[in-house]
């Protein structure tokens, strides 16, 4: 934080802001705020510019090569698990799906989209190099491996890959943003839908929130979601084997067997187009 404070000027206070990563802090002085983070995602100017996420006010750079961003403080809240049905929330996705701005800048600082393919590839490899044994890893990969041909990406867009519900901020003029870019990519929009409908959603709901987003609710999409939300619980019984977490295990290993079974259930009595 010493490095931060010539930055600021005098009469600023500094504290953490807490996060993950340790890298974000609150500036204080008197009843001015700023939001500052260290090496913060280099699309923020676009996702600014486009109300996307809060104002970015300046950006600096110290002398070890960090990036400093400054960010207008939002006085506000976050939104409640039960608030993620609400339309504007559908149609901010929507905008950041849509947006060609951000899918550009992606392109330009050379992201690598995340393909059906390459996310099986990382999998299997998280499995053989942690030399990892569990009754639900062969048949999650092997169904996700027979698919990934059929849930090709109609298109790919700019996906924030971590909607929870926490980084949905409600400003007190009803202005929403979507912050915590740190792990976006490109990828089919599928994964952001899936992730959100299938944590916040009743199934019964999807349509009507989908039709608020943009799209209709097809068998592909569904299956194309199902598939990304098949992912993630893999990803995450993963990463708590090897952290040896019994309790997670158990959480994601009947969410895991949850989904294939519902999985099975609908392809048995849906086929794609072609086939």
């Known amino acids: 934080m010493k490095l931060l404070k010539p930055l600021l000027g005098e009469g600023w206070d500094l504290e953490p802001a807490g996060g993950a990563t340790g890298e974000a802090y609150i500036a204080h002085d008197g009843e001015r705020k700023?939001?500052?983070?260290?090496?913060?995602?280099?699309?923020?100017a676009v996702l600014s510019a486009e109300g996307i996420v809060p104002k970015l006010l300046w950006t600096k750079r110290l002398e070890n090569?960090?990036?400093?961003t400054a960010q207008q403080w939002v006085y506000g809240r976050e939104l409640s698990a039960h608030e993620m049905t609400r339309v504007d929330v559908a149609k901010l996705l929507s905008k950041i799906h849509s947006s060609s701005e951000l899918l550009?800048?992606?392109?330009?600082?050379?992201?690598?989209?995340?393909?059906?393919?390459?996310?099986?590839e990382d999998l299997q490899n998280q499995i053989l190099q942690g030399g990892l044994s569990h009754p639900m890893l062969q048949?999650?990969?092997?169904?996700l491996s027979s698919m990934r041909e059929k849930v090709a990406p109609p298109e790919m867009v700019v996906c924030h890959c971590d909607i929870n519900h926490n980084n949905w901020i409600i400003s007190?003029?009803?202005?929403?943003?979507?912050?915590?870019?740190?792990?976006?990519?490109?990828?089919?929009?599928?994964?952001?839908?899936?992730l959100l409908l299938y944590e916040y959603l009743p199934k019964s709901q999807w349509g009507v929130w989908l039709k608020s987003y943009g799209v209709i609710l097809d068998d592909?999409?569904?299956?194309?979601?199902?598939?990304?939300?098949?992912?993630?619980?893999?990803?995450?019984?993963?990463?708590?084997?090897?952290?040896?977490?019994?309790?997670?295990?158990?959480?994601?290993?009947?969410?895991?067997?949850?989904?294939?079974?519902?999985?099975r259930l609908f392809l048995k009595n849906n086929v794609f187009p072609g086939e």
């Open 34 to 44: 700023l939001f500052l983070k260290r090496n913060s995602s280099p699309f923020l």
């Open 65 to 68: 090569g960090d990036v400093i």
């Open 139 to 143: 048949e999650a990969v092997t169904y």
């Open 220 to 263: 592909q999409l569904e299956v194309r979601m199902h598939w990304y939300v098949i992912s993630h619980a893999l990803s995450a019984l993963l990463f708590h084997l090897q952290q040896g977490e019994t309790e997670e295990i158990e959480r994601w290993n009947k969410e895991l067997r949850k989904l294939l079974t519902t999985n």
């Open 104 to 120: 550009d800048m992606f392109k330009r600082i050379g992201n690598e989209p995340l393909t059906p393919a390459s996310i099986v």
């Open 172 to 194: 007190e003029k009803e202005h929403l943003y979507l912050i915590d870019w740190d792990g976006a990519t490109v990828a089919d929009p599928a994964l952001d839908l899936g």
